[in-house]
């Protein structure tokens, strides 16, 4: 990662840093039949920082022209993803990322029609989780520390968007 330029971090509004990767949007407000959905899934393989910056950038590309907003989380293997936009959009994307041969057990957690978007300054916000992150957040430390926990989501699935919007506070911190 460290070989990105500034002019491509310009170019594409994005700001890389060791453990984070995130990306502007323009503010948007939520439509009618604007629908949300969180799921789990688990990575193919060890996914590297290459590997995580094709599937950002492919990510970002394709969002912000197809106005779809969210987030994306990486812990020990595994997945944790809202995205959110109108409702033919998310269920064409849906098709796509279901048939990504990158991971696979795509678990979905949460899919409601949405007043407001909740990440809209994000196209796609990415974080990978590490321990230093478990510590941090404590009481979310069960749901990830040995990786998205599928099961335990199923039991709350309310947890995966406080997970998401705690990391997302974080992220607007930076
Ligand atoms: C965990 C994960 C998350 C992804 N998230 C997105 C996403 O938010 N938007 C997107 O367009 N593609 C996403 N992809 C990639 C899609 O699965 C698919 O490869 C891509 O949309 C194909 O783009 P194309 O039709 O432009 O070739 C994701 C893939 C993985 C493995």
């Known amino acids: 990662m460290a070989g990105f330029s500034v002019q491509l971090i310009k170019a594409h509004g994005i700001l890389f840093s060791n453990e984070l990767i ?6 948007r407000k ?5 629908i949300q959905i969180v799921y789990t899934s688990k990575a193919r393989r060890e ?3 290459a590997e995580i910056v094709q599937i950002h950038s492919t990510a970002l590309t394709n969002n912000i022209q197809s106005d779809i907003t969210g987030m994306l989380l990486y812990a ?13 959009a998310i269920d064409r994307l849906m098709e ?3 048939a990504d041969t990158r991971h696979y057990d795509v678990e ?7 007043r407001r978007r909740e990440f809209k300054n994000w196209s796609m916000g990415y974080r990978r989780l ?3 992150d478990a510590k941090a957040l404590l009481s979310f430390a069960p749901f990830f520390d040995n990786g998205f ?4 989501f199923c039991e709350q699935p309310g947890v995966s968007l406080d997970i998401l919007q705690a990391l997302a506070s974080q992220l607007e911190e930076n």
Do not use: P, Y
């Open 149 to 152: 926990d599928a099961k335990r």
């Open 108 to 114: 979905v957690l949460v899919r409601t029609s949405i």
């Open 96 to 98: 796509k990322i279901r």
């Open 130 to 132: 590490e321990d230093a």
């Open 76 to 88: 020990k293997g595994s997945f944790l993803q809202v995205i959110e936009g109108a409702a033919d």
């Open 22 to 27: 995130f990306s502007s949007a323009i503010s």
């Open 47 to 49: 996914v590297n920082d």
């Open 30 to 34: 939520a439509t009618v039949t604007d």
